[in-house]
């Protein structure tokens, strides 16, 4: 299980900014990211980038994306890579 959540630093112990679902009295192992300049402070719409990604990421039904990129966004005409 991971969970991710910010929290803020005492002096003494991590203090969680929200309710987290973890077992009290249980050992956890924590990585520390230190918040970066400008980043916002934290409120009620602050998350993970990935999160918001994969939660606005749409199925375009088109398998070749990635490869015709240009083409779906710019209609620019599809060149093929040469193979070498």
Known sequence: MTTTFR???????????RPVD??????????IEAKASGMPASDEGDEYPLTVIERLAVDMGKDDLAERHDWYTHQRKFRASSGG
């Open 7 to 17: 929290a803020r630093f005492d002096g003494q112990a991590l203090q969680p900014e």
């Open 22 to 31: 973890l077992e009290p009295d249980a050992t956890y192992v924590v990585t």
